[in-house]
């Protein structure tokens, strides 16, 4: 071999990473964006099939369903329920006088989109579900990079938006859950609102309060952002157009907030049909009970720690606390500072909402969604080894919670 043919190797392998790097360079970042999602999507679908194979027997299939069966499953099939027969006029009531679970508890958007979907492409439920959620999957992870891409560098937000599409819960992008739908006008209601375009906030902010439950924790953390803004004005300035138009967005979010549990009780004539409805969830928990705000985790430490695990129900007290101090000292990081004001105040107002009403139990995993901007936060270390570190947990985890909580194993309490 000659010293010329040693020469063009060396050259070749120095070359040829670099022509690559400049193609990564000048690719857009949307198409980035649909490459991971594909991926992410193409790694649970691969853990949904083999667990499907292995599925038994179950109140919604029976033993080894299809994909599409096995994605409408648990709270799909009260969606399904929806999108044929729409809501009960008349509450379902037990041998002892309660409300039972019944699909008030489930909003109208996301069911009434796929029933149009299945309207116009003659398909089935499921498939049509799956395909509703699949298409908001993709654009919520697209409005998610726009967001990250406002307060952080280019690769970390795309490094986010990885661990947004392959973070433990995300197989709900491909599920026949309203999930997708609602991250993807969370994700750009909190992009209009970062840009301060408020008026364009509001067919965002409406339509995710019919499609998830959580008007209520938008209004909060626009009121923490009007605040804000008149507190700074003097370094900041908080022209009257903006004070007007963030006030309308936040009272618009905190009316359409109230206005599902309002309509059932209009259609129904009980005035707390929703709440009623919600609590029947739980009451295999800790009876059927009034919902006392931040009472719910109170008696989740009573629950679990003090029935379920047969310990003091003071380690419950214990936990909580340590878990309220952690995420408040985590608020304050400089990682999480990074994000913004508003992506914080979005963060602790969703906090509070579920300090609020929901009783921790399985499903905690999946309604911690809506602080993916958190995501932020963990994706900005630089370190190759630390970002192979975090796909791979994102995976394992997403593995984990397919295994526990989505997988049915006779009469599951784990559900999704």
Known sequence: MTDTDIGYRATRRTV???????????????????????????????MLVALASVQGANPWTGAHPGYFDYASIWDGRWYDIVAEAGYPKSLPIGADGTVQQNAWAFLPAYPFLARAVMTVTFLPWSPAAVLVS????????????????LRLPGSTSLFATVIFCAGPTSPLFQLAYAESMYLFFLMLALYLL????????????LVMAFTRPSGLAFALAMGFHVVYRWVVRRRDEFPVRERVASIVVMLVAGVSGIAWPAIAGLVTGVPDAYTATELSWRADYIGHVHLVPFAPWIQAADWWFGLFLQTSPWLGYITLVTVLALFGIWMFAPSVRRLGVDLRFWSVAYALYLLAVFFPQSSTFRLLAPMSPLAGAIA?????????????????????????????????????
Do not use: E, H, N
């Open 134 to 149: 699949f298409g908001f999957g993709l654009g919520a992870a697209l409005v998610f990079y726009r967001l990250m891409a």
């Open 16 to 46: 040829l990473p670099a022509s690559l790097r400049l193609r990564y360079r000048l690719t857009p970042w949307w198409v980035k964006v649909i490459v991971v999602y594909l991926l992410a999507r193409l790694a649970s679908t691969v």
């Open 194 to 205: 970062l840009k301060r375009r408020y008026w364009w906030m509001l067919a965002p902010v």
């Open 380 to 416: 900005q270390p630089k370190s190759r080894t630390y970002r192979v570190v975090i796909v791979v947990l994102c995976l394992a985890l997403q593995w984990g919670w397919l295994l526990v909580c989505w997988g049915v194993d006779g009469l599951d309490w784990s559900p999704p």
